[in-house]
C-alpha cells in the first residue's frame, strides 16, 4: 500500500476534495485492516467560506486545520457522531480541510456490519457519521499524519474519470449553500 504525498494535499482544498474520489481510506484496528473506496468529499476553506470550522479563526477545535496538511481532523457533533476530515490547503489559504463523506466499502466489511449493528451493505458507508461508526474512527485519530501507514491513512486507488464527478452543494450546512464543494461519483 502507498500513502499518498504530503504534496498531494498541498494544493487548492477544492482541488483535492475531487482528487481524493477513488483514493482508499484504511483503518487498521486489532490486527485487522478496513478500509474502503472514497466515493463523496465536501472542501471546507478559511476567509471565503462561511461554512468552514476555521471561519471564525483558530480554535482548540480546529487547530489542526492551520497546521500541517496530510493530518486528520476528526470531531464530534450534534453529541453523538464523529465525522472525518483531511487537512488539505495551498500556500494561499491558512486552512483547509476536506470532509470524507462516503465510501465503497472493500475491505473487513464483516467487521463495518459488527460496527454498524447492520447487514445493509448500502447504509453501511453512505454519510460521514456511518463512515467514522464503521471504521471505528473516533477522536482518537485527531491528529494522525494520513501520509504514513499508521491506525488510519489514505492510498492511492482507482482512477476516476472526472467528467463522472457530480458537483453540488455541501449537505448540512446554513451559510455558504451556493459553493458547489460536494463531490461525489457519478
Known amino acids: 500500500m502507498k500513502t499518498l504525498l504530503r504534496t498531494f494535499y498541498a494544493r487548492d482544498t477544492v482541488i483535492v476534495a475531487k482528487d481524493l474520489l477513488g483514493k482508499q481510506l484504511v483503518r487498521k484496528v486489532d490486527h485487522k485492516v ?16 462561511p461554512a468552514s470550522h476555521s471561519y471564525v479563526g483558530k480554535t482548540e477545535r480546529n487547530q489542526v486545520m492551520f497546521g500541517q496538511v496530510g493530518i486528520s481532523y476528526v470531531y464530534f457533533t450534534y453529541g453523538m457522531h464523529y465525522l472525518m476530515n483531511v487537512v488539505a490547503k495551498s500556500h494561499k489559504y491558512k486552512s483547509g480541510a476536506v470532509l470524507i463523506r ?3 466499502p472493500k475491505l473487513g466489511i464483516k467487521t463495518m456490519k459488527k460496527n454498524r449493528k447492520t447487514n445493509s451493505i448500502l447504509n453501511l458507508t453512505n454519510g460521514p457519521a456511518k463512515l467514522a461508526q464503521a471504521l471505528q474512527i473516533t477522536k482518537k485519530q485527531y491528529g494522525e499524519d494520513l501520509t504514513k501507514i499508521s491506525s488510519l491513512f489514505i492510498t492511492e486507488g482507482n482512477s476516476v474519470d472526472k467528467r463522472k464527478i ?21
Open 34 to 49: 478496513i478500509s474502503g473506496e472514497i466515493i463523496e468529499t465536501e472542501a471546507y476553506r478559511y476567509e471565503d467560506d
Open 102 to 104: 462516503a465510501l465503497s
Open 166 to 186: 457530480i458537483s453540488r452543494p455541501r449537505i448540512g450546512i446554513k451559510k455558504g449553500t451556493e459553493m458547489l464543494w460536494n463531490f461525489s461519483l457519478g
